[in-house]
Structure formats: structure tokens, C-alpha cells
């Protein structure tokens, strides 16, 4: 390497190794202690003579296409780096694997992403010409994403995606056909009478939806689209939200829709929660061609969710629909996709959901091409204090009982029902869990939940999964990033252990304290007692109350480190510290409102909750990249997390 000048070489003409050179030469520039230039050459070609310079491109191109053995490139990562004292290769046996390859170049060098955005970055200074990284590795699980949830602006996405694969993520999942929900929750404030509505139209996120797709597919990221809106999208029923409601059934629609109790209604009046009758024909051939329509038509897709009607006990209860449990229908539909898909010669993938209603298997129905589906696993009522494990306990599953279902809790029931699938289909399938959805609100350290969260993505494998998608809310990184920074770390290698992880963390995260920010924070999570608040430690309110009451002697004790470090020149770390500043008052805030409610003070509990919102409300702007005010208020009101769950 010359002193003053880095040369780049791309081979190629394939888009995302070009930005993936792009990106090498701007982090190289950034984080050179030197004044550099680094020159970008496109090469036809790989020339082993050329020593001086960095080789970046697919491992095809280079020559190291023997170095791995995968199933399908198009779906797996595979990353190659040999760089002594700043020169040789970068690669990868994809386009997007070579991306990911670059970023962990930058990574083991010392660059640190805690957080999307530039205020997440800690890039420190180096001389480039001492860095030397080798490494040749496959990452432990196929399936790493992000799914769009809670409130977001554009900028907030296209942060995300910027983010996730510099921490090993290799996929983003865009919910509905446009989005509209989470676009429409921030820019008209929802849950914030302190902003003023900015009005929001389903076209701006349509608009938005096709920005964010060439930020996906500029990084080469798996394309995962829509799941939500197949059951009432074909009826020209729109789809855009759990909130909408409509009460006049459009002509000819009623006779599609599921009948319950005698009626064939809209469910509650939503759309997008209204099951149809699936034992007719016309309504399977309604749904199917309409998926295949809309592949035809997008075929930037790489993965496609076809789910049924959110809800629950919502399924149709007509003579011939109760011949056959829900599942069954729902994998004659998926049969019949593939063939109509097959026929078109459509290669995209289908995702099919265990959730609710349908973690039952089916009874009679098989899945006859196994290789164009991909089972997603969706426990979404299990708990988040117990962790997945193969050695669980035998569980004796409730038979199906229409529309009368009751929801597993255990983490055992719900593997029970997986484990019952998976004796039906045997080919690929991921996780599709809500860490960091509204369980996350439960621990306000951010603590707990992140090291629950390594322990599940270990055991991925071992309960016959190859993956994880986390649906979940984007700003999930307030007062830290920690569990977003271990689930793409430990997805990537399984056998990261969750203590180094956040110890390193929490060093680029904050600086020189960061281990006491760490302990710290560590405790925060320990005093407000998770599984307290989840309302699975009935008769134990007087241990918590002891525990509540430490809260502020622990924040007083810890603010003087937050005070000297608010002013830090580290930009990452000035931001991280001001995030702690503004959390340790909420925390405060949030003990005093838990000790309300054990000692069943439910006027004041209401008083100081209002109290809280407005606190989050007013500073919304000071950590608005990191923290979901839309949705922790949303998730509390809801599911009544902190006022009514837990019992004394």
C-alpha cells in the first residue's frame, strides 16, 4: 500500500459490488489516520501480480469459488477476506455476500454500527497500512431480516436497511403491498398531540415503497414482500391497517366471506382481519390468482408471504368448511400457487405462516413441492422469559376446536405445534419472533431481552430452524442497540458469546465507560423484573416493590458518569450518553408508575402513565431515531402491560 494513495480494484459490472467498492473507499477514508486518496479501478479481470491495492468481487470472479460448498448462492452467504497490512482480497460468493464482506473487513479493523445512522457510527483512526484480516466463513443461518413494524419515517428505513448489513443481516421485509400503516402512524403523530398531523396518502407510500425497494436491492438484500391483505385485496377490500374499518360489503363479496355465527360479515369490520369461506373453490382461485398477478407484475421479489387473515378464532364455520381444519385449505392453496407459478415459470419463493389458527398442522393435506416453500414459524403469544430449547417438556396438544382456540404461552406448546409441521414438511424455515415488537417495553435496560434473544437464535438450529426474521419496530435502540447488534452478530455466527458481544459493545457504543454502562444498565433491567411486569410472577408485587425502590438511588448514583460524558467530541458516543440522559428520567418515571399499581392505586397509576406519555411526547425529537414513542405508548394502552396485566 502506498502512503498516500489506496487502490481499489472491482471486478465486475455487477451493481452491488460496485457499492460495495464505494463503500470500502469512503469507511477507508474515513477512518484513515493519514490524508489518502483511493482510487476505484474497474478490472475485467483478477491479476494475482497486482499485490499493491484491494481486490473486491465475487468469489467466482477470484478464483475462490472452491473455498465453499452451499446449497443455493442466491439464498446463502458466503464471505472471503485475505488483507495483510492493507492490501489483497475482499469477496464473496454472492454480490451481497461481497458487501457483507467489506463491512466485516471494516468491523474486525475496529469500526463499530451501534446504531443506524451516522450518530451510530464509531470509526476510529488507524494506520491502514498495518490492518491485516483473513478469514473465510458461512454464516450459521440462512434467513437474517428486519420486518417494517411500528411507526417510521422514510428516513428511518432507509437507515435501517443502510444499517443491517454491516451487522450481518442479508434480508428486509416490507409488510403489505405499500406499507401505508407504519408510514402513516409517524407522519400524521399518532399517539403525539404535540406534533401537528402532517397528513399522509397511500400514494407517498407507494412512492416511498419504491425508494425503499432500490435501497434493498442496491445492497442486494433478499427482497421479502406483502404477507398481510391476501384475504381481502382480491375482493377489492383495501388492506392497509388494523384500523380501518368498513361496514358496507361491497356487491357480490358477502358470499365469500367466512361465516360466523350464522352471519357472513366483515370481521369487526376490518378487512384485513376477515377470513373467507376457504372450502369453495372460487374463493382458493380468487386468492392464487391474485398472488400471481402481482408477481407477474413485481418481479423484483425475491421472497413472497402468503398469509391468511390476521385475527384470532376468526375462521369460517359453514357445513363444509368444518369438514377440514383451516390448514388444510391453506396448504391446497399453496399447492395449487406452485403449479399455477410452476406454469409461469416463476421461481419466487413462498413463505407460509404458523400463527394462531394455523399453528395446528394440517390432518390430511400435504405440501407437494416442499423446495418452492419456506416455513415460517410466527409463536407470537409465547412468552419472552424462557428461552427456545430442544429439551423441553412434552406437551399433549389441545385438538382444533373452531373458532374456541386458546393460545399457547409456554415456549414448549408452542414448539410442540412447529414440531408437528415440520413431521409434514420437512424443508427450509425461519423464525418469525417479536423481540423487540412491545416485549422489549417490558425491560426498559434493553438488557434481558437481548441476552434472551442470544440464547434463542443458538438454538435456532436445534429446534430445526434456519433462521430468523424479527418483526419487530425499527427504532429499537434506545436507551441501546445492544439486542439488535446481537441478533444479527449471533445469526451470523451462533456460537458468539453474548457476554464478549455486549462488552464490546458497550467499549464502541459509549467509550472508556462503557463497561460501567454496561453494569449499569444491566441492573436497570434486573430492578424492573421482566417477567413481573408479563404478569407471570403472581404474589411476588412486595419483592418487586423492594427492587422498584433501588431504581432511583441506582440513576442518582450513575448520573454524574452520564453528566461528564454528555459533551463527549465522539459524535457516536456524545449521542449514546444524551440517549441515557433522557432514559434515566423515564425510568424514574416508570418505577414510580409500577409502584403505583402493586399498591393498586389506580387513579394515580393513570396519572403518573399520562405523565410518562408526555415525557416521551415532549422529547420525542431528541430520540426519535431510536425509540418508537408511537408504539411503547401503543403497546402499554393495548395490551395493558404495565396497568392490568400483572397481579400482586
Same mark, same amino acid.
Given at each position: 500500500?502506498?502512503?498516500?494513495?489506496?487502490?481499489?480494484?472491482k471486478?465486475?459490472?455487477?451493481?452491488?459490488?460496485?457499492?460495495?467498492?464505494?463503500?470500502?473507499?469512503?469507511?477507508?477514508?474515513?477512518?484513515?489516520?493519514?490524508?489518502?486518496?483511493?482510487?476505484?479501478?474497474?478490472?475485467?479481470?483478477?491479476s494475482?501480480?497486482?499485490?499493491?491495492?484491494?481486490?473486491?468481487?465475487?468469489?467466482?470472479?477470484?478464483?475462490?469459488?472452491?473455498?465453499f460448498?452451499?446449497?443455493?448462492v442466491?439464498?446463502?452467504?458466503?464471505?472471503?477476506?485475505?488483507?495483510?497490512?492493507?492490501n489483497?482480497?475482499?469477496?464473496?460468493?454472492?454480490?451481497?455476500?461481497?458487501?457483507?464482506?467489506?463491512?466485516?473487513?471494516?468491523?474486525?479493523?475496529?469500526?463499530?454500527?451501534?446504531?443506524?445512522?451516522?450518530?451510530?457510527?464509531?470509526?476510529?483512526?488507524?494506520?491502514?497500512?498495518?490492518?491485516?484480516v483473513?478469514?473465510?466463513?458461512?454464516?450459521?443461518?440462512?434467513h437474517?431480516?428486519?420486518?417494517i413494524?411500528?411507526?417510521?419515517?422514510?428516513?428511518?428505513?432507509?437507515?435501517?436497511?443502510?444499517?443491517?448489513?454491516?451487522?450481518?443481516f442479508?434480508?428486509?421485509?416490507?409488510?403489505?403491498?405499500?406499507?401505508?400503516?407504519?408510514?402513516?402512524?409517524?407522519?400524521?403523530?399518532?399517539?403525539?398531540?404535540?406534533?401537528?398531523?402532517?397528513?399522509?396518502?397511500?400514494?407517498?407510500?407507494?412512492?416511498?415503497?419504491?425508494k425503499?425497494?432500490?435501497?434493498?436491492?442496491?445492497?442486494?438484500?433478499?427482497?421479502?414482500?406483502?404477507?398481510?391483505?391476501?384475504?381481502?385485496?382480491?375482493?377489492?377490500?383495501?388492506?392497509?391497517?388494523?384500523?380501518?374499518k368498513?361496514t358496507?360489503?361491497?356487491?357480490?363479496?358477502?358470499?365469500y366471506?367466512?361465516?360466523?355465527?350464522?352471519?357472513?360479515?366483515?370481521?369487526?369490520g376490518?378487512?384485513?382481519?376477515?377470513?373467507?369461506?376457504?372450502?369453495?373453490?372460487?374463493?382458493?382461485?380468487?386468492?392464487?390468482?391474485?398472488?400471481?398477478?402481482?408477481?407477474?407484475e413485481?418481479?423484483?421479489?425475491?421472497?413472497?408471504?402468503?398469509?391468511?387473515?390476521?385475527?384470532?378464532?376468526?375462521?369460517?364455520?359453514?357445513?363444509?368448511?368444518?369438514?377440514?381444519?383451516?390448514?388444510?385449505?391453506?396448504?391446497?392453496?399453496?399447492?395449487?400457487?406452485?403449479?399455477?407459478? &410452476?406454469?409461469? !415459470?416463476? /421461481? %419466487?419463493?413462498?413463505?407460509? =405462516?404458523?400463527?394462531v389458527?394455523?399453528?395446528? $398442522?394440517?390432518?390430511? *393435506?400435504?405440501?407437494?413441492?416442499?423446495d418452492?416453500?419456506?416455513?415460517?414459524f410466527?409463536?407470537?403469544?409465547?412468552?419472552?422469559?424462557h428461552?427456545?430449547?430442544?429439551?423441553?417438556?412434552?406437551?399433549?396438544?389441545?385438538?382444533?376446536?373452531?373458532?374456541?382456540?386458546?393460545?399457547?404461552t409456554?415456549?414448549?406448546?408452542n414448539l410442540?405445534?412447529?414440531?408437528?409441521?415440520?413431521?409434514?414438511?420437512?424443508?427450509?424455515?425461519?423464525?418469525?419472533?417479536?423481540?423487540?415488537?412491545?416485549?422489549?417495553?417490558?425491560?426498559?435496560?434493553?438488557?434481558?431481552?437481548?441476552e434472551?434473544?442470544?440464547?434463542?437464535i443458538?438454538?435456532?438450529?436445534?429446534?430445526?430452524?434456519?433462521?430468523?426474521?424479527s418483526?419487530?419496530?425499527?427504532?429499537?435502540?434506545?436507551p441501546?442497540g445492544?439486542?439488535?447488534?446481537?441478533?444479527?452478530? &449471533?445469526?451470523? !455466527?451462533? /456460537? %458468539?458469546?453474548?457476554?464478549? =458481544?455486549?462488552d464490546?459493545?458497550?467499549?464502541? $457504543?459509549?467509550?472508556? *465507560?462503557?463497561?460501567?454502562?454496561?453494569?449499569?444498565?444491566?441492573?436497570?433491567?434486573?430492578?424492573?423484573?421482566?417477567?413481573?411486569?408479563?404478569?407471570?410472577?403472581?404474589?411476588?408485587?412486595?419483592k418487586?416493590?423492594?427492587?422498584?425502590?433501588?431504581?432511583?438511588?441506582?440513576?442518582?448514583?450513575?448520573?454524574?458518569?452520564?453528566?461528564?460524558?454528555?459533551?463527549?467530541?465522539?459524535l457516536?458516543?456524545a449521542?449514546?450518553?444524551?440517549?441515557?440522559?433522557?432514559?434515566s428520567?423515564?425510568?424514574?418515571?416508570?418505577?414510580?408508575?409500577?409502584?403505583?399499581?402493586?399498591?393498586?392505586?389506580?387513579?394515580?397509576?393513570q396519572?403518573?402513565?399520562?405523565?410518562?406519555?408526555?415525557?416521551?411526547?415532549?422529547?420525542?425529537?431528541?430520540?426519535?431515531?431510536?425509540?418508537?414513542v408511537?408504539?411503547?405508548?401503543a403497546?402499554?394502552?393495548?395490551?395493558? !402491560?404495565?396497568?392490568?396485566?400483572?397481579?400482586?
Amino acid at each position: 500500500m502506498s502512503s498516500n494513495i489506496i487502490r481499489v480494484f472491482k471486478i465486475g459490472k455487477d451493481e452491488v459490488v460496485g457499492f460495495s467498492a464505494g463503500e470500502l473507499a469512503k469507511y477507508l477514508l474515513k477512518i484513515s489516520r493519514d490524508r489518502i486518496e483511493v482510487i476505484i479501478e474497474n478490472k475485467e479481470a483478477y491479476s494475482p501480480d497486482v499485490k499493491e491495492g484491494i481486490w473486491v468481487g465475487e468469489c467466482e470472479d477470484l478464483n475462490l469459488s472452491h473455498q465453499f460448498n452451499l446449497k443455493d448462492v442466491q439464498l446463502d452467504d458466503g464471505i472471503y477476506i485475505c488483507v495483510e497490512n492493507g492490501n489483497g482480497i475482499i469477496s464473496g460468493v454472492n454480490p451481497r455476500s461481497v458487501l457483507l464482506a467489506v463491512y466485516r473487513f471494516l468491523s474486525e479493523a475496529g469500526c463499530r454500527w451501534v446504531r443506524p445512522g451516522e450518530r451510530g457510527e464509531f470509526l476510529p483512526r488507524m494506520d491502514l497500512g498495518k490492518v491485516s484480516v483473513k478469514l473465510c466463513e458461512t454464516p450459521s443461518y440462512r434467513h437474517r431480516g428486519i420486518c417494517i413494524e411500528g411507526a417510521v419515517s422514510y428516513e428511518n428505513v432507509e437507515e435501517i436497511i443502510e444499517w443491517a448489513p454491516k451487522v450481518g443481516f442479508n434480508a428486509y421485509f416490507i409488510q403489505f403491498r405499500e406499507a401505508f400503516a407504519f408510514f402513516d402512524r409517524w407522519y400524521n403523530h399518532r399517539n403525539n398531540p404535540f406534533k401537528k398531523p402532517e397528513g399522509f396518502s397511500i400514494e407517498k407510500a407507494r412512492e416511498y415503497v419504491a425508494k425503499i425497494e432500490t435501497e434493498i436491492k442496491k445492497r442486494g438484500l433478499l427482497y421479502h414482500a406483502v404477507g398481510h391483505g391476501w384475504t381481502c385485496e382480491p375482493l377489492g377490500l383495501p388492506g392497509l391497517d388494523w384500523e380501518t374499518k368498513i361496514t358496507d360489503i361491497p356487491p357480490g363479496v358477502e358470499p365469500y366471506l367466512a361465516e360466523i355465527k350464522g352471519e357472513r360479515v366483515i370481521w369487526q369490520g376490518l378487512p384485513l382481519n376477515t377470513n373467507l369461506c376457504y372450502s369453495k373453490q372460487e374463493v382458493r382461485d380468487l386468492v392464487v390468482n391474485d398472488i400471481v398477478t402481482y408477481l407477474k407484475e413485481h418481479g423484483n421479489i425475491d421472497i413472497l408471504h402468503f398469509w391468511l387473515a390476521d385475527g384470532m378464532n376468526n375462521q369460517c364455520e359453514c357445513e363444509e368448511c368444518r369438514k377440514i381444519i383451516p390448514s388444510d385449505f391453506y396448504v391446497m392453496m399453496l399447492n395449487q400457487l406452485d403449479e399455477l407459478l &410452476t406454469k409461469e !415459470n416463476l /421461481k %419466487t419463493k413462498v413463505v407460509f =405462516l404458523l400463527y394462531v389458527d394455523l399453528l395446528w $398442522a394440517p390432518m390430511t *393435506e400435504k405440501i407437494k413441492n416442499p423446495d418452492r416453500f419456506i416455513l415460517m414459524f410466527a409463536p407470537i403469544t409465547r412468552t419472552y422469559s424462557h428461552s427456545f430449547s430442544p429439551e423441553g417438556k412434552p406437551v399433549k396438544l389441545s385438538p382444533y376446536e373452531r373458532n374456541q382456540l386458546k393460545f399457547p404461552t409456554s415456549v414448549d406448546e408452542n414448539l410442540a405445534f412447529l414440531n408437528e409441521w415440520k413431521k409434514m414438511f420437512t424443508g427450509d424455515g425461519f423464525d418469525f419472533d417479536y423481540h423487540f415488537m412491545w416485549d422489549h417495553y417490558n425491560d426498559p435496560g434493553y438488557y434481558s431481552i437481548a441476552e434472551l434473544l442470544s440464547e434463542d437464535i443458538k438454538n435456532l438450529k436445534k429446534i430445526g430452524l434456519n433462521g430468523y426474521m424479527s418483526c419487530q419496530v425499527q427504532r429499537a435502540f434506545f436507551p441501546t442497540g445492544l439486542g439488535m447488534v446481537v441478533m444479527g452478530k &449471533t445469526l451470523w !455466527n451462533d /456460537k %458468539t458469546n453474548f457476554n464478549d =458481544l455486549a462488552d464490546d459493545y458497550f467499549v464502541g $457504543a459509549f467509550g472508556e *465507560e462503557g463497561a460501567l454502562c454496561k453494569e449499569y444498565l444491566k441492573s436497570i433491567s434486573d430492578l424492573f423484573d421482566p417477567p413481573f411486569i408479563r404478569g407471570e410472577k403472581k404474589g411476588e408485587g412486595q419483592k418487586v416493590l423492594e427492587k422498584l425502590a433501588q431504581i432511583p438511588h441506582v440513576i442518582s448514583r450513575f448520573q454524574p458518569v452520564i453528566e461528564r460524558n454528555l459533551k463527549r467530541d465522539n459524535l457516536c458516543w456524545a449521542t449514546s450518553w444524551n440517549y441515557l440522559w433522557v432514559h434515566s428520567k423515564l425510568c424514574i418515571l416508570l418505577a414510580e408508575m409500577i409502584t403505583l399499581r402493586i399498591r393498586e392505586n389506580k387513579e394515580k397509576t393513570q396519572l403518573k402513565w399520562d405523565e410518562v406519555k408526555k415525557y416521551l411526547q415532549l422529547n420525542e425529537d431528541k430520540i426519535q431515531p431510536g425509540f418508537d414513542v408511537f408504539e411503547a405508548i401503543a403497546a402499554v394502552e393495548i395490551f395493558n !402491560n404495565y396497568l392490568m396485566k400483572f397481579d400482586n
